[in-house]
Every structure is written in structure tokens, then in C-alpha cells.
């Protein structure tokens, strides 16, 4: 007698919401991964508030020296971009950052022999300027490493999320670093700042040792200048809608100066808050509304705040103004990065974001120069006003933008 037999056809499990990754989940794995970012900016907060005094007042050198000897950090983070994402692709992102906390490592170790050596002021002072390079090289590879690490552990679909949170963590480590900085050099000396650099640097290598990485991704891989282009539109949207920024943190006291106001501070505390706010709030919106209309909206904002301050009669309203503009320029950057890594493969990823950033650092650098050269001609209040038509010209931009991408096929 011949025996039947049947055998159920084997299924795949269905997905259980144990298994399905929650919205907190996800967040604590960017947390987890942006913490590096935080410990970063830890280290460049706080030598920057007390480090231009070192060099005028201890050192002896003039004031362009001392911004000279700040600026070196921010150039070499410029420069090293392209070099930046081109490891972060090429070794790994886990990689990119073990190298960019060794940089930090000796960078510590450079301000202190610099410090023990103010006898000799252009020692002392060529070897912090070395150190200020290290430190500046390093915060371009754990930027873009931290924010690379995060689009391959969370997935694509949480870019905004990730670029968000890597932007609280570094405004929210300046914010503590350097009034923190100050603290410890009016209480333990110059030295500590070295010390206190290579130490943290040194415990977050420790910590990241064991931590797992996301796999190399395969391919071919676009050259740096190429993903540039792709990369110009958006960032060119960026760059104008942030020069907003750089001019507010330049030229906040000068203005209520001229006024004869008190209390700059507060401007630039309000804006912190309205920003941070901003992105813990609302960056749930870039998924839900897409990049393109999260970032016009946010541009909008930033532009009323701006206006606001060039029109300002009293403090009260220059801290309105001051909250707008924190508040909208706050997920300019998640929303049209989401749009711009569209344009590049998953294997020039991280070139894709060191491109990007090109923009914000370039932002930065021309804000100083093309604000300081208004306010000469024109007085201080007319910088908002030009900032404003910078960013309602990002507003242009990005509508154009918007609408290419809609009629593309």
C-alpha cells in the first residue's frame, strides 16, 4: 500500500511589530552612532571662546593672528571634504571616524606642548596652528562618517533623521563646550584644554572598538567633482539660505552696538533653542511632506525672522526675529540634503555628503567678508536685510528645483 504523504509549503514569517523597527528605535541607533559627532564638537567648543586670547594676550600676536589661528580649523575642514567622503566610502564610516578621534587625539596633544611652550611665542604658536589643522581634518571625516553610518544602519529613507540629529549633537556640544572651556581655563590653566581634548578623544576610541559597522558598499564609485555637480543645485539652495546664520553669529553684538542695546547674548541663545526645538519638533515633516516643501517653508521662516531683525525697534523684537530665523534655517539642511543624496548612487554616498557640506562651510567663510563690507557702506542693520534677500533668492532656487524634479521623467 503506497503511503501519501503531504507537506505543508514552507511560508515566510509574518512581520511581528516586535520585529518591525519603531520610530524610537531607529532614533536610538542614530543617537548611538551621532554621540561621536557630539564628542567632536565637545573638543572644538571648547578651546574656540578661549583660544583667541590665548594667542592676542598671552602670545603676544595681533587680533588677525588670533582669527588667522581659528580660521586655520575651518579651512582645513573645507579642504579635506573631498578626502573625507572618499574614505568614508572606500574604508568605512566606522573607519572614517577611528581616524578622525585619532586626529582629535593629537590635536590635544599639540595644544598642550603648545601651551607648555609660551616662552616661545612662534613655537608655541605654529604648533597650535598645527593642532587647529588636525582638528579641522578630523571634524570633516567624523561629520560625514557619522552621517554616512547612520543612511546605511537606519536605511535612506531616515537621511533627514539622521542629518538632524548629527546637527543637534554638534550645536548642542558648541553650546556646552565653550562656556565649559572657559570654566576650566580660569580654574586649571591653558593646559587643560590639550588634556581635556586627547582624553575624551582617547575614551570615545575606546567606546567605538567594539561597536559594529556597516559593510563597505560594492560598486563603482563616481569621481568627487562629478558628484560636486550633481550636488551644486542644492547646495547652492543651502549656501543662501545660511549666510542668514553666519551673518547673525558674526555680527549680533555689533549690531545691538549700534543700536545701544545690551543683551547680543540672548539672540544667539534664542536662536540655539528655536533651532534645536525645531528639528526635535518637526523633522518628522521632510518625511511626511517631502524635502522640496519642508525646505520652502522652513525658508520662508527663516526670511521673516531676518527682515524682523533689519527692522527691529526694540530687543523684544530682535529676539523674535532672532527665534524665526533659528527656527526656519533649522531643517534647511536635512530637507534639501534629503533631495541632493537622491542624485548621487549609494557607493558615492559619502562623497555625496562631503559635497554637500562644501556649501554650508563656504556659507560660513563668505558670510564675515560680505557682511562685514555692507555694514561698512550701509550700516549693520542693512546686513539682515541683505541676508533676507540671500534667502529668499535659496527660496527661488529651490522652487526651480522643485519643479524640474516634478516634470522629470
Not at 581616524?99 to 609660551?118: D, E, F, K, M, R
Amino acid at each position: 500500500m503506497m503511503r501519501l504523504s503531504y507537506r505543508c509549503p514552507r511560508t515566510s514569517p509574518m512581520p511581528t511589530p516586535s520585529s518591525t523597527p519603531n520610530s524610537l528605535s531607529i532614533t536610538l541607533q542614530i543617537v548611538s552612532i551621532v554621540f561621536y559627532t557630539f564628542i567632536a564638537f565637545l573638543c572644538i567648543g571648547l578651546p574656540i571662546a578661549v583660544l583667541p586670547g590665548y594667542v592676542h594676550e598671552q602670545l603676544g600676536f595681533s587680533a588677525v593672528v588670533a582669527g588667522v589661528t581659528i580660521g586655520s580649523q575651518y579651512l582645513a575642514t573645507l579642504l579635506s571634504r573631498p578626502m573625507a567622503g572618499r574614505l568614508s566610502d572606500s574604508v568605512g564610516t566606522k573607519r572614517a571616524i577611528v581616524y578622525g578621534l585619532s586626529g582629535i587625539v593629537l590635536s590635544g596633544v599639540l595644544t598642550l606642548i603648545s601651551t607648555l611652550l609660551q616662552s616661545f611665542p612662534l613655537t608655541s604658536l605654529l604648533i597650535l596652528i598645527a593642532g587647529r589643522l588636525l582638528l579641522g581634518v578630523a571634524q570633516g571625516l567624523i561629520g560625514v562618517g557619522t552621517i554616512s553610518w547612520c543612511m546605511g544602519q537606519v536605511g535612506v529613507e531616515h537621511t533627514a533623521r539622521s542629518i538632524s540629529w548629527n546637527g543637534i549633537a554638534s550645536y548642542g556640544a558648541i553650546a556646552i563646550g565653550a562656556p565649559l572651556g572657559v570654566v576650566m581655563v580660569g580654574e586649571l590653566g591653558f593646559a587643560s584644554l590639550g588634556i581635556a581634548l586627547s582624553l575624551l578623544a582617547g575614551a570615545a576610541l575606546l567606546m567605538i572598538r567594539n561597536k559594529p559597522s556597516v559593510p563597505v558598499i560594492r560598486g563603482e564609485r563616481l569621481p568627487f567633482w562629478a558628484v560636486f555637480a550633481r550636488i551644486a543645485p542644492y547646495g547652492a539652495g543651502l549656501s543662501l539660505a545660511s549666510i542668514g546664520y553666519g551673518t547673525l553669529t558674526t555680527f549680533i553684538t555689533l549690531f545691538y552696538v549700534s543700536r545701544g542695546w545690551t543683551g547680543a547674548a540672548w539672540c544667539l541663545t534664542v536662536f540655539g533653542i528655536c533651532f534645536i526645538l525645531a528639528r526635535l519638533l518637526f523633522i518628522s515633516s521632510i518625511a511626511r511632506f517631502g524635502g522640496f516643501n519642508s525646505a520652502i517653508a522652513c525658508m520662508s521662516i527663516e526670511t521673516l525672522g531676518l527682515v524682523l531683525l533689519w527692522l527691529a525697534p526694540s530687543t523684544p523684537f530682535a529676539l523674535v526675529g532672532a527665534g524665526l530665523a533659528g527656527f526656519g534655517l533649522s531643517l534647511v539642511y536635512p530637507a534639501l540634503g534629503v533631495e541632493a543624496i537622491k542624485q548621487v548612487p549609494n557607493t558615492s554616498r559619502g562623497a555625496g555628503l562631503s559635497a554637500y557640506a562644501v556649501f554650508f562651510d563656504l556659507a560660513l567663510a563668505i558670510a564675515g567678508p560680505l557682511m562685514g563690507a555692507v555694514a561698512l557702506n550701509l550700516g549693520y542693520s542693512s546686513i539682515f536685510f541683505c541676508a533676507a534677500l540671500l534667502s529668499v533668492s535659496g527660496l527661488g532656487l529651490t522652487l526651480l528645483l522643485r519643479r524640474r524634479a516634478i516634470n522629470a521623467p
